[in-house]
């Protein structure tokens, strides 16, 4: 959402971003690093970044990376007498080895809040 709010999905800001995705970073949200990320193809890269901005502002999901933290679950407009369900789905997939790129190991978990 951060990353949408500040970058408008212009041609120029596509491929800022995908240089810095690719190349890794620094300064630009504070102190923290952005590794490299030269395993993806460049066309990969700008089609990722090209998704975020078109999608990470959407106001009905919530995205967050990371393996600590917390996040609000919006409540809905409207409500049925029953209540309502959230859908949380986390997935990650690491970088495999040097030695054997193509096996890449991916996890993923979903969980479904149910409200009383």
Same mark, same amino acid.
């Given at each position: 959402?951060? $990353? ?11 491929? @800022? ?5 690719? %190349?890794?970073? @620094?300064? $630009?949200?504070?102190? %923290?690093?952005? &590794?490299?990320?030269? %395993?993806?193809?460049?066309? %990969? ?13 959407? &106001? ?5 990376i990371g393996t600590v933290g917390a996040f609000r679950i919006k409540q809905r407009a409207t409500v049925n007498e029953k209540g309502g369900r959230c859908l949380l789905i986390a997935s990650y997939t690491d970088h495999?080895?040097?030695?054997? &790129? ?15």
């Amino acid at each position: 959402y951060d $990353i949408a709010k500040r970058y408008p999905a212009t041609k120029r800001n596509v491929d @800022s971003l995908t240089k810095h995705v690719r %190349e890794g970073s @620094s300064g $630009i949200w504070g102190k %923290e690093k952005m &590794p490299t990320h030269t %395993e993806l193809t460049l066309a %990969e890269t700008k089609s990722a970044v090209q998704w975020l901005l078109k999608n990470a502002a959407a &106001p009905n999901v919530n995205y967050y990376i990371g393996t600590v933290g917390a996040f609000r679950i919006k409540q809905r407009a409207t409500v049925n007498e029953k209540g309502g369900r959230c859908l949380l789905i986390a997935s990650y997939t690491d970088h495999g080895l040097k030695n054997a &790129p193509g096996k890449r190991l991916t996890g993923q978990d979903v969980v479904i809040l149910v409200a009383p």
